[in-house]
């Protein structure tokens, strides 16, 4: 199963956790037969109360990397799903990070995009409703926001260049974003 987490306790070293969801978790019907998609991002909330798992799920075709862009939202201690990414919010793509905004009123989940209209969106925490979606044209593998909320980091890459006089071009991207709220 690729939609299961297991929460240990690091003074003891004994699980106190598991959570088990089909969501994430697809088996491919077109061109490779096998299971794919998986959960790629964890982040507690700022009370520590609850737990945001962010990746892909359900696609018909692995190779291509279109599963649903998917959130859940997980009461960790009763491994209980309170709440999901809606119907209609979502498109397709790999969503590779997860991050709470300091305040702990947004998340934001990120990634990369096969179809649909953004690959990095801002949530409210409380209704997990979508607030801001954007097409930053990038990969998005890694984010953060700065300890006083008011930007946002993004690591990531267009593509791989080809080798050019026997080494690779500069890739990576850090895209910067001040935050109006």
Same mark, same amino acid.
């Given at each position: ?16 956790? #598991? ?11 077109? /061109? ?31 190779? %291509? ?15 209980? /799903? ?24 947004? +998340? ?5 995009? %096969?179809?649909? /209209?953004?690959? #990095?969106?801002? +949530?409210?925490?409380?209704?997990? %409703? ?11 593998? $890694?984010?953060? +926001? ?11 890459? #267009?593509?791989?260049? /080809?080798?050019? $006089?026997?080494?690779?071009?500069? +890739? ?10």
């Amino acid at each position: 199963m690729m939609g299961e987490i297991r929460i240990w306790d690091l003074e003891s070293g004994k699980q106190t956790a #598991t959570i088990t969801t089909p969501d994430f978790t697809s088996w491919g019907i077109i /061109k490779s037969h096998h299971y794919i998609g998986g959960i790629y991002a964890l982040a507690f909330s700022p009370d520590a109360s609850e737990l945001l798992a962010a990746g892909m799920g359900p696609m018909n075709d692995p190779m %291509a990397g279109n599963g649903k862009q998917t959130w859940q939202r997980f009461a960790w201690r009763d491994s209980r /799903k309170t709440s999901q990414i809606k119907d209609g919010d979502n498109g397709n793509g790999l969503m590779e990070t997860i991050e709470f905004h300091p305040s702990g009123k947004w +998340f934001l989940m990120a990634g990369r995009m %096969a179809q649909g /209209k953004w690959n #990095t969106a801002l +949530f409210d925490s409380a209704s997990g %409703a979508l607030v801001h979606s954007i097409d930053n044209k990038m990969r998005v593998t $890694d984010s953060a +926001f700065t300890t006083d909320g008011s930007e946002l980091l993004l690591a990531g890459a #267009t593509s791989q260049e /080809k080798k050019k $006089d026997g080494k690779y071009p500069d +890739f990576g991207r850090l895209k910067r974003y001040r935050l109006v709220v």
